[in-house]
């Protein structure tokens, strides 16, 4: 069954007080509440980074791949983490990302899991810790995870 997690029912109900739209089918967005979207999750995600004590520093250029934008931008510790900044903001994160889903019409506990699940499967022989950064590297024979295929399911019911 596809359902919504209870945290997701919650952040639709601060929507529905919000006057946002929240379709109960897979929906297709006017380029106004997609860049809100967009603009929210940033803002969450560089008011965390500055809670973690960071000040962000761009080089030049505009990006549209991640990869070459985190190529392109250095963390300068500036500050003391400030905790309850941090949680305040992995908790904001989670807000405005199952609401553009809400807002697509998407239920999120289906795609959460398959995402969770296929995290850990990185952890499979052929894995490794990139020991410059930290980041977990997945084996090469790693798969993404199944989400059109939920997709699919989901358009289906």
Same mark, same amino acid.
């Given at each position: 069954?596809?359902?919504?997690?209870?945290?997701?029912? =919650?952040? !639709? =109900?601060?929507?529905?007080? /919000?006057?946002?739209?929240?379709?109960?089918? !897979? /929906?297709? +967005?006017?380029?106004? #509440?997609?860049?809100?979207?967009?603009?929210?999750?940033?803002?969450?995600?560089?008011? #965390?980074?500055? /809670? $973690?004590?960071? &000040?962000?520093?761009?080089?030049?250029?505009?990006?549209?791949?991640?990869?070459?934008?985190?190529? %392109?931008?250095? $963390?300068? /510790? #500036?500050?003391?983490? @400030?905790?309850?900044?941090?949680? @305040?903001?992995?908790?904001?994160?989670?807000?405005?990302? &199952?609401?553009?889903?809400?807002?697509?019409?998407?239920?999120? !506990?289906?795609?959460? &899991?398959?995402?969770?699940? %296929?995290? $850990?499967?990185?952890?499979?022989?052929?894995?490794?810790? %990139?020991?410059? &950064?930290?980041?977990?590297?997945?084996?090469?024979?790693?798969?993404?995870?199944?989400?059109?295929?939920? +997709?699919?399911?989901?358009?289906?019911?």
């Amino acid at each position: 069954m596809i359902t919504k997690s209870r945290h997701q029912q =919650q952040v !639709e =109900q601060f929507m529905h007080l /919000a006057g946002q739209s929240v379709p109960y089918i !897979e /929906a297709r +967005l006017d380029p106004k #509440t997609v860049e809100l979207r967009a603009k929210l999750i940033l803002e969450e995600c560089l008011e #965390t980074v500055r /809670a $973690l004590g960071f &000040t962000l520093e761009l080089r030049g250029g505009i990006y549209s791949d991640p990869v070459d934008l985190m190529g %392109n931008l250095d $963390l300068k /510790a #500036t500050r003391e983490v @400030d905790l309850i900044e941090v949680i @305040d903001g992995c908790c904001d994160i989670k807000v405005v990302t &199952t609401g553009t889903l809400s807002s697509f019409g998407i239920p999120d !506990e289906a795609f959460q &899991t398959e995402v969770d699940l %296929n995290n $850990l499967m990185k952890f499979g022989p052929g894995g490794y810790e %990139n020991k410059e &950064t930290g980041k977990w590297i997945k084996p090469e024979s790693h798969q993404p995870p199944k989400i059109a295929e939920i +997709l699919e399911v989901i358009k289906k019911l």
